[in-house]
């Protein structure tokens, strides 16, 4: 009997198992939220044997990219917050599922979930997400302008006066600029992170803004008036993290940057984006495949505003939450930056070793001794790991050893988290506990005195149920992206003690506990301006005004330029509120100097109460006797103590010297050639001093290809006058050898009799693709779909090349009722369907170089709307539902009953 009993329950549960609840290997993200009319809002909603009723229920339990799954059934529309929860692309609701397959098939005719009440304007793209819209009951609110598009334009500058800045409620934040999601490439329909980058070569400022399709880099050079310089595309994702490296290259006589961008729940990689074409365009030059996924990228050991590392350690680009090693962290080189390589990796990890987040800081006092710390002190990574934070000694690049874990009340989810510049204090967020706890903002605040024990220090708790999500300290200032609450500045003074400063609303729809507005914050572009990114809008530039009437500290001078040989004092000055005895620190960024090039050291100014007189600091410009060019270096103020920071907390410093003469360069690296088609160009730009003549040769070299065979001889000079900065081109060209062979490779080298004419890309690497060789691309249109009259699907089609050639692509319809394709050269695009029944066809056909095509057809079923079920009644599947839970529970007693008699 106790068999019997154990093979049938075996076998019930063996059925059961099929519909198991999906199981991830590190967060609380990409789960599945489920909804039904006869639910009970309990538990958090993942359980599909156990949904839940509301929505609104049901997003106090969710994370970001969590989707929440409706079953058949009805549902009221009322209010403009309900309309945003169903609009987010954050958490996106979906549609069309059954209980009677467990949510595993969305289906929207088999499985009509009516929507009421839904506002005209956006009847489409809620049918899109599975709805059947009935728009025969009134919408009882006005629709929020918004909701209603009219943000899909850029916002004029406004002061914030009256507690508004235009529309957006604010406190001592001024609006300098808005670019909307729509001025993006693509027009992505959401932003995540957010990054600042400084040219040090021009001054220019700029934004780096992680999209739901992909990384804009934005021009500030106007800061009214921002503008897109460039784009690189990748996987749709919800979450990007990006971060910028610049370092002087002594050979090139310039600053060069590159971004790093990891995207989570993609395929990306590591992205590295070439920033050293600014501010004419950005070129992707790699992606690292170590890892397909990462949640967060960091540099350690650099300067946040100029990106530029500090001394003397190198910078490591650390990776937090990646599909290897169980998202525990690991390490980049940056040797090479265009190209990193893998450094520091953990050894045996478990799914407790997964990391989120991290930030690092440098420990140069007494507690250094905690860590087996080299002569410049001990880099402490901090980790943010869901339910801790850990402290890890990375002084060494290749071992990372833990030298704490904590973890406090109410933890839910340690998301992120910054240090104080005096270094003995952690600012530590948790995206989680709002929403679960019932929470206002909720900011904790710990002592780091001893790295081994961390202790909970503060609490600050906001106005507001907004998520804080990710902060960064600038001074006393600590800049919080707090989503549907905007900007939040903090005067952290007293860091166990905030209080806030200003605030600036980039979401006035609503306050609440929800994944919607100010994703990330950046603090720390040298102008003063502060960036942020909102998921629902875009980019704000904005300008902090909590400095007015207080105390502040800051350079007199921005620039300066001073001779080998001399002693030249930086001027810095104290203005607003005097009463109080003040001090500052300050230290020295090398830059491109090194020590022979001054003598200096770190120090402290400080004033006495009443006393508003300038203080100085001295550095000794050494004279080396070397002829070189310009040299520049920084200091930093920070730290204050009874004062703040002025926006002029970086000065520059540029020692004079030879003028650094003009320079050419490809403005790519490498281009493919197609032998027997028309020939292509290439560009040569004039870099550096654009005012005096320039002349550079330029040769083709025979690599696995020959010039003379597979391409014509080529050489010749070119030559800019003084003030032509126009770029000059060379005309490439293939020769037909009729043999079939491989891609073949040559060289076109760049040459002058003053090697400081040159800068790389010096050398342009070119790819002969043979027509003999040439093989037929593969076209894919995808599934065969079914959809409601005047609904719209999308069309995932695909393209395959053996050669890896670039194709293009066409959508044609071939037959049936009229549809509309939104875009028919996009591989990936939307079909809206027309009122007409029936079955259309359309065809995808994709071209490789060579103009050989391939075509394949999909097939849409265009079927009448749904007619809407009598009020109050449901069709979720509830009954058979519960039987099978009845069905389970008596097998379940059964055993149990049997087992006692047995036992």
Known sequence: MKTIGLSTLALILGCLQGFSQDVFAHAEHDKARFLAPQGKDQGDCSNRFRPCATLSYALAQVNKGD?????AGSYQLNDDTTLTDLLSTTVPVKAGYSQLDQYRQQDPVTNPTYLLGVPAEFADVLSRAGFTVIRDQQYTHEVAPTLAGKQQSAITSATCSGGMAGEYPCDNVDLVAHLPLSAFAGSPSAANDIWGHVD?????????????????????????????VGSVSGDNTVWRDIKVYQYYDAEQLRWMAYAYVTADSASDGLVTIDLNNLPDSIELVDRNTHFASAHNVYISNVDYSTNSPLNPDPAQLIIAGANQFRGAHYSFSLATPSAPTVGFTPGTTTANDYSHDVSSVLITDSRAQQCPANDNGCSVLLDFNESTFNLWDMTAPEAHSKLSSTTYNQAEYVHSGWWSEDKHYIFVHDELDESRRGLNTTLRIFDISDLQDPELAGIWTGPTAAIDHNGFVRGNKYYMSNYERGLTILDISQPS?????????????????????????????????????????????????????????????????????????????????????????????????????MTFSSGELSWAAGDSSDKTITVNINNDGITEPQETFFVRLNTPQGTQLAAKNLQQVTIDGVPVPSAAAFTQTQITLYEGLPDQSVSVKKARNKDDILLVNYTLESDSGVAGEDMPLLSGTLEW???????????????DDAIAEGTEVLVLRLSADNELNLVQPAELTIRIRDDESNQAPIADAGANQQGYQNSTLQLSGNGNDADNDSLTSLWQQLDGPAVTIA????????????????????????????????SDTVSINIQARATPPPPGSSSGGGSIYSLLIMMTAALLARFRAHSRRDW
């Open 497 to 597: 003690n905030p209080l806030e400063a200003g605030f600036f609303d980039t979401f006035p729809t609503r306050t609440s506990n929800n994944f919607n507005g100010a994703w990330g914050v950046y603090p720390y572009l040298p102008s003063g301006l502060i960036l942020i990114s909102d998921i629902n809008r875009g980019l704000f530039v904005l300008r902090d005004n909590t400095l007015t009437e207080q105390s502040q500290v800051g350079f007199r001078d921005a620039n300066i330029i001073a001779d080998e040989g001399a002693q030249i004092t930086l001027q810095v000055q104290r203005q607003g509120d005097a009463s109080g005895a003040a001090s500052v620190k300050f230290d020295v960024l090398h830059g491109a100097t090194d020590d022979a090039d």
């Open 823 to 854: 875009d028919p050269s996009a591989l990936q695009t939307s079909v809206t369907l027309g009122n007409t029944t029936g079955t259309a066809t359309l065809q995808l056909t994709v071209t490789d170089p060579f103009g050989v095509q391939s």
């Open 200 to 228: 040090l070569n021009t001054g220019i400022e700029y934004a780096l803004i992680g999209l739901r399709n992909g990384t804009s880099v934005v021009s500030l050079q106007d800061p009214n008036n921002p503008v897109v």
């Open 721 to 735: 006058q003084a003030g032509d900065n126009a770029n000059k081109t060379i005309a490439l060209a293939t020769l």
């Open 67 to 71: 989707s929440i799954l409706l079953a």
